[in-house]
C-alpha cells in the first residue's frame, strides 16, 4: 500500500536550517511528481513545492521563494526540501504529496522560535 514518510522537522531558531526528508513506497516513484505543503491549526493546508518526476524542474510558493528548495532522489525514493532562513511564519506541519494520488502521511513538526 501507499506510504508517504516525512521526516527531519524539529525545533530551530529564527534564521536556522532544516532538511525534511519524505520517503514513499507502494507505488512507482519515478513516475510521479512530488510536492510538499503544510499546515497551521485552524488553516487550510498550503502547497509549498513541487519537483518534477524526473527532478529536472521544480517551483516553490512565493512565500518561500529564495529561502526553500526540493529535491528528489528516485534511486532511494525520497524526496527533500531544504529550508533555509527559516522564519516564525514557517511554523507548521510539512506533508509530502505524490501528483495523482489521494494519500498523506503523519507530517512532520516544524517550529521556529527563539
Known amino acids: 500500500q501507499v506510504q508517504l514518510v516525512e521526516s527531519g522537522g524539529g525545533l530551530v531558531q529564527p534564521g536556522g536550517s532544516l532538511t525534511l526528508s519524505c520517503v514513499a513506497s507502494?507505488?512507482?516513484?519515478?513516475?510521479?511528481?512530488m510536492s510538499w505543503y503544510r499546515q497551521v491549526p485552524g488553516k487550510e493546508r498550503e502547497w509549498v513545492s513541487y519537483?518534477?518526476?524526473?527532478?529536472?524542474?521544480?517551483r516553490v510558493a512565493p512565500a518561500v521563494r529564495g529561502r526553500f528548495t526540493t529535491s528528489r532522489d528516485n534511486a532511494q525514493n525520497t524526496v527533500f526540501l531544504r529550508m533555509n532562513r527559516l522564519l516564525p511564519e514557517d511554523t507548521a506541519v510539512y506533508y509530502c504529496s505524490a501528483a495523482g494520488i489521494n494519500y498523506w502521511g503523519q507530517g512532520t513538526q516544524v517550529t521556529v522560535s527563539s
Open positions: 519537483v518534477a518526476s524526473n527532478g529536472l524542474s521544480s
Open positions: 507502494g507505488f512507482t516513484f519515478n513516475e510521479h511528481a
